[in-house]
């Protein structure tokens, strides 16, 4: 199986564009989260969904909107990109049940903002 | 607020045997992860722990002693493979990660 994909691999946006970050599962995981990690800094949590229908907002949501229409799927908007958001994105999902609950992981975007 | 402290980089040799340390203060615990992360992948998970004591899998081992706020990820017998990025999460009260920034180790022949 695939697991977790996402697309695009790496981006160069110019500031002020919008861009849609996907991400797609084949798991059936309940849960699915997006993070931004930065250099010298842990994985920030920006968004992230425990259900088809619903999402919440994590520790950097500012700048970033989600929907969680059906299972597999997780986009990342960003709606107007400014260069802050240059980063390293990853996708990650999980059953969501309990303290053990492990995420896994996608293989990440690279994108730069100019 | 919320700290998870791990040292930025480490070194060892091949053969040899590593200990990565991870210090926490967060509201709440339920249980502690590592990760392996290869320059330019994806984080893999280690690791689970949420009572004390030592958990064994293969070469790679982790400690916990949630009255120290303290954790270790043992690499026994060191690989090149094992040049990585280990990072260290505790979930919190609110059962959401918090993430330390990884630890990078160097494995020198």
């Known amino acids: 199986t695939a697991g977790i994909t996402q697309a695009p691999t790496s981006q160069i946006l110019a500031a002020g564009r919008s861009m849609t970050l996907r991400c797609t599962q084949d798991?059936?995981?309940?849960?699915m989260y997006w993070y931004r990690q930065d250099l010298g800094l842990g994985l920030r949590l920006i968004h992230y969904?425990?259900?088809?229908?619903?999402?919440g907002k994590g520790e950097v949501p500012d700048g970033y909107s989600v929907s969680r229409a059906n299972t597999d799927d997780f986009p990342l908007t960003l709606a107007s990109a400014v260069p802050s958001q240059t980063s390293v994105y990853f996708c990650?999902?999980?059953?969501?049940?309990?303290?053990?609950?492990?995420?896994?992981f996608g293989p990440g975007t690279r994108l730069t903002v100019l | 607020g919320q700290n998870i402290d791990q040292p930025t980089e480490m070194t060892a040799t091949e053969g040899a045997i590593v200990q990565i340390n991870c210090t926490y203060q967060t509201s709440g615990f339920n249980g502690l992860f590592w990760y392996q992360q290869h320059a330019g992948e994806a984080p893999t998970f280690l690791s689970y722990?949420?009572l004390d004591g030592l958990e064994e899998k293969g070469r790679f081992s982790s400690f916990l002693s949630r009255s120290k706020g303290y954790s270790y990820l043992l690499l026994k017998e060191l690989q090149m493979k094992d040049s990585a990025s280990y990072l260290c999460?505790?979930?919190?009260?609110?059962?959401?990660?918090?993430w330390g920034a990884g630890t990078k180790l160097i494995i020198k022949p």
């Open positions: 798991m059936r995981h309940n849960a």
């Open positions: 969904s425990n259900t088809a229908g619903t999402t």
């Open positions: 990650a999902s999980s059953d969501g049940g309990g303290a053990a609950d492990t995420q896994y």
């Open positions: 722990n949420v």
């Open positions: 999460a505790v979930r919190d009260s609110n059962y959401q990660l918090i």
